[in-house]
C-alpha cells in the first residue's frame, strides 16, 4: 500500500520537529518556538492530528529505572504464511506487555522482528517459554541481546518539500 504524503509547509514541518522532540511542550512554547501566535499553532496540531500525521503524544519512560535491565531482540518463525496465522500471532503478540515493537520482515528467515524488555535472563525466560513460543505457529524463535545502545530515537525526519 503506497500512501500519498501529504504537502506540509515550513511551518508545519517544525511543529512536528519540535513536538518529536518534546510532545509536552506546551501550546504558547511551541508556537513561539515555530514563529506563530497561540491560535493558529493550536489549529495546525489539531490539523496534524487529524489528518493522521500526529498519531500519538507519549512520555519516554527509562527502562532501567523501572528495573527493566534487559533488551530482546527477537527473530520470530511461523510455520505456515497464511493470513489467519499471521493474524492470530499478531493478536496475541500486541497483549504481551513485554513487547514493545513487533514488525513483519522480509529477506532472512524470520518472519517477525520483537523488540521485548524485560527483567532479566530469568524473566525473559518466562516470557519466551511461557508466553512467546506457545502461541499458535510459532516454529523457531532466534534472540539475541542488547549490550549497549548506540542509537535511540523516537523522531524521524520530516521531509523538506
Same mark, same amino acid.
Given at each position: ?36 501566535? +497561540?491560535? +493558529? ?53 500486541? *497483549? ?12 532472512? *528467515? ?46 524521524? *525526519?520530516?521531509?523538506?518539500?
Amino acid at each position: 500500500m503506497n500512501i500519498q504524503p501529504l504537502l506540509l509547509d515550513r511551518l508545519d514541518r517544525r511543529i512536528l520537529q519540535v513536538l518529536q522532540a518534546n510532545a509536552g511542550v506546551s501550546n504558547l512554547e511551541l508556537a513561539e518556538q515555530v514563529g506563530l501566535s +497561540p491560535t +493558529p499553532c493550536a489549529r495546525r496540531v489539531k490539523r496534524l492530528m487529524s489528518e493522521g500525521i500526529i498519531t500519538h503524544q507519549v512520555a519516554m519512560v527509562d527502562p532501567k529505572k523501572l528495573g527493566l535491565n534487559l533488551t530482546a531482540h527477537v527473530s520470530v518463525t511461523m510455520d505456515r504464511h497464511t493470513p489467519d496465522r499471521f493474524e492470530t500471532f499478531e493478536e496475541a503478540v500486541s *497483549s504481551l506487555p513485554e513487547v514493545v515493537d513487533c514488525c513483519v520482515v522480509t529477506g532472512q *528467515s524470520a518472519d517477525y522482528l520483537l523488540k521485548a524488555v524485560v527483567r532479566d535472563m530469568a524473566h525473559y525466560e518466562q516470557f519466551l517459554l511461557g508466553k512467546l513460543t506457545r502461541i499458535d505457529g510459532v516454529t523457531g524463535v532466534h534472540s539475541s541481546f542488547e549490550l549497549r545502545r548506540v542509537v535511540t530515537r523516537t523522531a524521524i *525526519s520530516v521531509p523538506d518539500d
